[in-house]
């Protein structure tokens, strides 16, 4: 399992709302998360604001820090 997979179980909420507050322009079907799926998230979420897997899991694991 992915740091970002484990961090996603533990605090979505939380996450979400930093997503939200970085990238306006992220909708709640966006954000929608599935346990199981957060390599889809993390797709959509990449796909949404241009950036590369690696530098999206960077993000998260700076707000967590």
Same mark, same amino acid.
């Given at each position: 399992?992915?740091?970002?997979? %484990? @961090? *996603?179980?533990?605090?979505?909420? &939380? +996450?979400? =709302?930093?997503?939200? %507050? @970085?990238?306006?322009? +992220?909708?709640?079907?966006?954000?929608?998360?599935?346990? =199981?799926? &957060?390599?889809? +998230? +993390?797709?959509?979420? @990449?796909?949404?604001? =241009?950036?590369?897997?690696? &530098? *999206?899991?960077? &993000? *998260?694991? $700076?707000? $967590?820090?």
């Amino acid at each position: 399992m992915s740091a970002f997979s %484990q @961090q *996603v179980k533990g605090n979505w909420n &939380e +996450l979400k =709302g930093k997503f939200k %507050q @970085q990238y306006a322009d +992220l909708t709640d079907d966006d954000l929608m998360y599935e346990e =199981g799926k &957060e390599d889809e +998230l +993390l797709g959509k979420i @990449q796909k949404r604001v =241009g950036k590369t897997r690696e &530098e *999206v899991e960077a &993000e *998260v694991n $700076s707000w $967590s820090n």
